[in-house]
T-cell receptor, first 112, second 111 residues
């Protein structure tokens, strides 16, 4: 069964550093998403991406965040200057049609 | 603000019993609803989707949707200890297919 692959599984970074979280969506999917889940809290939408541009972003997705699909297969989330409150699980997801949402296994980001 | 509300639990049931999980939502135009299971530290895993009023059954799972009452539920029959997890209710919002999640209900199935 096709999978969404995320790397790394765990990233520890110092406050103020830039991090890039990587995702390889399912190859024939057209819609890509990032979600985050702070420990003990709900899964929150960050951004959706379609046709090589952001189609929607949440209030959380401020200027510190950016997404890119640099080579037609990878889908990355960059956080420019990490804060302690960015510590969370970050999930990538892709979707091929209305019924076809697939989540990656997640990256645990710890900011120290 | 579109909201999805769930009782955080924990909901504790004995093995073999029926577990009933409930969810309410605020956006009347929502059409697509989902139940996900999430084990601690893992990603959400789709269990059921439901789009029409009424019941939808898949194995031990039954999803129920009542759009007039803005209410979605999930019944798990013959609960097993392996069903112990957090169950997330979610709905599609807007044109981009983003999911809005509830905070989840923790289910504990005791042997």
């Amino acid at each position: 069964e096709p999978e969404v692959t995320q790397t790394p599984s765990h990233q520890v970074t110092q406050m103020g550093q830039e991090v890039i979280l990587r995702c390889v969506p399912i190859s024939n999917h057209l819609y890509f998403y990032w979600y985050r889940q702070i420990l003990g809290q709900k899964v929150e939408f960050l951004v959706s991406f379609y046709n090589n541009e952001i189609s929607e972003k949440s209030e959380i997705f401020d200027d510190q965040f950016s997404v890119e699909r640099p080579d037609g297969s990878n889908f990355t989330l960059k956080i420019r200057s990490t804060k302690l409150e960015d510590s969370a699980m970050y999930f990538c997801a892709s979707r091929g049609d209305v019924h076809g949402y697939t989540f990656g296994s997640g990256t645990r980001l710890t900011v120290v | 603000q579109k909201e999805v509300e769930q009782n955080s639990g924990p909901l504790s049931v004995p093995e073999g019993a029926i577990a009933s999980l409930n969810c309410t939502y605020s956006d009347r135009v929502s059409q697509s609803f989902f139940w996900y299971r999430q084990y601690s530290g893992k990603s959400p895993e789709l269990i059921m989707s439901i789009y029409s009023n009424g019941d939808k059954e898949d194995g031990r799972f039954t999803a129920q949707l009542n759009k007039a009452s803005q209410y979605v539920s999930l019944l798990i029959r013959d609960s097993q200890p392996s069903d112990s997890a957090t169950y997330l209710c979610a709905l599609y919002s807007g044109n981009t297919g983003k999911l809005i999640f509830g905070q989840g209900t923790t289910l504990q199935v005791k042997p």
